[in-house]
Structures are given as structure tokens and as C-alpha cells.
């Protein structure tokens, strides 16, 4: 079974950090993408990063490049992803997505996605 746990989110000031952490199990890691999405009260979802660790290829939305980094290690089966420089305009439920796609952020090319995480950041 496909599992995905988002953790890290919470309360932060604008212009502080935070690092999400997605572990998967039920699947070959390697085999698949890991994308980052978010989904602010009354907006459509957002996808904001994906990484794929068998080719090593990323991608970043460009509302996030230059602050947010997408990262595998540490921890096995572990994706991160360490926000920087923080905008009230982050705020919303983070979520993580596997697909044995290459790396996309397309929400509808992933099968599996985690609960989603909340960050919220205060002006």
C-alpha cells in the first residue's frame, strides 16, 4: 500500500524557515517522482516543486524559486522541502505526491498524495 505523511508544517513570521518532510512507503522510491503542492482557502492547488532521484532532476515553481529546496537523504524514502524567506502569500496546505511520471508539477499526473500539512505565515 502507497503511503505518503507529510510533516513539518506550522506557524512562522514572514522571512523565517520551515522543512517539510514527506516519507513514502509502498513503492520503489527511485522509480518515481516526489512533487511538492499547496492549496491555499479558495484557490486551485499549486504545484511548487517535484524531484525525481533516479535521474536527480528537479523543478521549481516560479513563485518559489531562489527560496524553497527540494532534497532527498537523510532519513530513507524521505523527501524534504526547506522553505526560506517565508511570504504570507505561502500560507496554505502543503501536500506531497508520488508518480512514476518524470518530474512534473501537474497535479493530475500523480495517483498518490499524503494528507497535507499546514503552514501558515504571519505578517
Known amino acids: 500500500e502507497v503511503q505518503l505523511v507529510e510533516s513539518g508544517g506550522g506557524l512562522v513570521q514572514a522571512g523565517g524557515s520551515l522543512r517539510l518532510s514527506c516519507a513514502a512507503s509502498?513503492?520503489?522510491?527511485?522509480?518515481?517522482?516526489i512533487g511538492w503542492f499547496r492549496q491555499a482557502p479558495g484557490k486551485e492547488r499549486e504545484g511548487v516543486s517535484c524531484?525525481?532521484?533516479?535521474?536527480?532532476?528537479?523543478y521549481y515553481a516560479d513563485s518559489v524559486k531562489g527560496r524553497f529546496t527540494i532534497s532527498t537523504g537523510n532519513a530513507k524514502n524521505t523527501v524534504y522541502l526547506q522553505m526560506n524567506s517565508l511570504k504570507p502569500e505561502d500560507t496554505a496546505v502543503y501536500y506531497c505526491?508520488?508518480?512514476?511520471?518524470?518530474?512534473?508539477?501537474?497535479?493530475?499526473?500523480?495517483?498518490?498524495w499524503g494528507q497535507g500539512t499546514q503552514v501558515t505565515v504571519s505578517s
Open positions: 509502498g513503492f520503489t522510491f527511485d522509480d518515481y517522482a
Open positions: 505526491a508520488a508518480d512514476s511520471s518524470p518530474c512534473t508539477v501537474v497535479a493530475a499526473m500523480y495517483d498518490y
Open positions: 524531484i525525481r532521484s533516479s535521474d536527480g532532476s528537479t
